[in-house]
């Protein structure tokens, strides 16, 4: 976490953020005079425009257009919204394609794509990386200084790559700068194995359709190229821009929210946080599975809170009904839209931003819901978001105030790669649902957590869990956070390889001497079984045949004894824990090493969480996503209703409250 807050993230904004993607060049004028009215009735302060307007903008090599965006920009401007202003560059049009074949991307089996949907890019193509710093340096020139332009926005949901020859060359650049020479690389992947000994660069491929599995090293590689060479694109576009624009903060829609880890979000870091920068992510929820919504919210939110280091960041879209392209239609039930904006917002969202302001009429995404349905303003949908855009408005002074929290997750992409690698001793045993699961129990248990990169800045957490950290170099980091007085608690499967993806010798190799815990096999667990411990809890995936060498048995595996499920270890001013095994019930252990609800006594579903501002001004975000009324143990305004705040006052189910604290 850095020590300097970036406490205005938007300053051109007045108060909390609230629109969405508007896609103008879909209407027409009387449409557009008819958006502007209901904006306004919305609360509506910001919109995104331009993302996938290229085609109009730039019509033919050479041609340059920019009357109907001089419009939409000065529209805005007379209604009073302000813009986050998109560079178009995600969706190229067919001529740019017909006339570029070649930055057309190429699949793993090699076969190159068609043109006729959005994101027909190579990251890696020379042409369509000069293209895209033209647009860019071009709108910036243009806009700089037009009043609606609040940010500008880069891209849209970075996650494209390429298996062509132009990518295969661009690999090699990179792996000579990261391994040096052609002995580092051998090395690195273990090309001995199966007699892959490169004697040239120019015969390193990405991992191409092979008749059997790559190295692992090669795949790990590879994932960590095509994440930099997105951020390439991203940072030549953002260059562009400042060099006309220096005064404006720049982001993109990232897609922290844990369902696509195409990128190395942590890598990006640095390019979207710090002065004119801002994390802001996408988020749709997953309409089925084991999480409930109101906790991936809290996972999408607690990561871009994570990856923005503690400062605040934007909620850029969200779905205020169905997505159409999750599997089939579904929709949120009534309220559901309004407890999750205010929930991103309790979480350090600045604002909520949605995809998109009005439903299309056509288009692949024709179904996916939007701020103003197809059913018009006489629709429960809308109700909801003109009664959220009021609510932003009362809460607006908490703009600017940090989260509280005292625990981190830590989420390491690396990891999370490398641990989906194929030739695992387990299908199961891939890092990120096992983040999400132990995210999704701390939500319960009501304790806010920081999702966070393991080389962070550690200490202002009291507990830092690593449920699945598969690969690590080393533990000095966690080693001094321990020694300083944190508690660590280390799931099992971690420390296992290194940045190679080379096995440590003495299993968990990397933690071994830290948790004290030698590991002498791994025993899988067939899906759906479950294993008995001695201390009445139970195991499930996997376990480890697992001996203290420094560390004390806290439980072990009931029907196999001798070996340890359960370590903790005194080290310094802390302890870390050590599991051979997942829990299927993560409770019994935060009771165990005394993990308290952040609002002790409050019960699982009611959601608490703490904004507070660095002149001491805190407010407690209440959402009671249960059936029943509760207590909400705060004193002061609910700034929602404006009316006074007790210990004693009752929450209704379904209902929220933001209450300033005396
Ligand atoms: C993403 C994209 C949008 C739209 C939405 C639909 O967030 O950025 O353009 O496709 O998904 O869910």
Redesign the pocket.
Known sequence: MRTNRNADIIPQVDGLAYGG?YNPEQWDRDTWDEDLRLMHEAGVNLVSVN??AWAGINPAPDVWDFTRLDAVMDHLHSGGIRADLATATASPPPWFSQRHPETLPVDAEGHRLHYGARAEYCPNAPAYQAAVVEMASRLAERYADHPALAMWHVG??YYRSCYCDASATAFQTWLQDRHGDLDGLNHAWGTTFWSQTYTDWTQVLPPRQCAETPAPGLILDWRRFCSDALLKLFRSEAQAIEQHSPDKPITT?LMVSGDFAVLDYHRWGPHVTGPNRLVAT?H?LIPDGPIPWPAQVAFGADASRGLAGGDPWLLM?Q?SNS???RRGYFAKKPGDQLRHSLSYVARGSEGAMF??WRASRYGA?RY?SAMLPHGGTDSRVWREITAFGAQLKRIAEVKGSAVESRAAILLDFESVWASDTPGQPSADMGAYPELRRWHSALWHRGVTADLVDPSWDLDRYAYVFAPSLYLLDDDAHLRAYVEQGGTLVVGPYSGVVDRNDHVHPGLPGALRDLIGVRVEEFVPVPKGDKVALDDGTEGQTWTEVAHALDAEVVASFADYPGTAAVFRRSLGRGEVWYLSTRPVDLDPLFERIGLAPDFPGVPTGLELVRRKHEDGRSYVFAINHTDDPHPVPATGTDLLTGTAWTPDRDLDPGEAAVISER
């Open positions: 993607d993302i996938f849209n949901e829609n996408d749709y879209e779905a997505s159409a392209w995809f998109q995404e996916h």
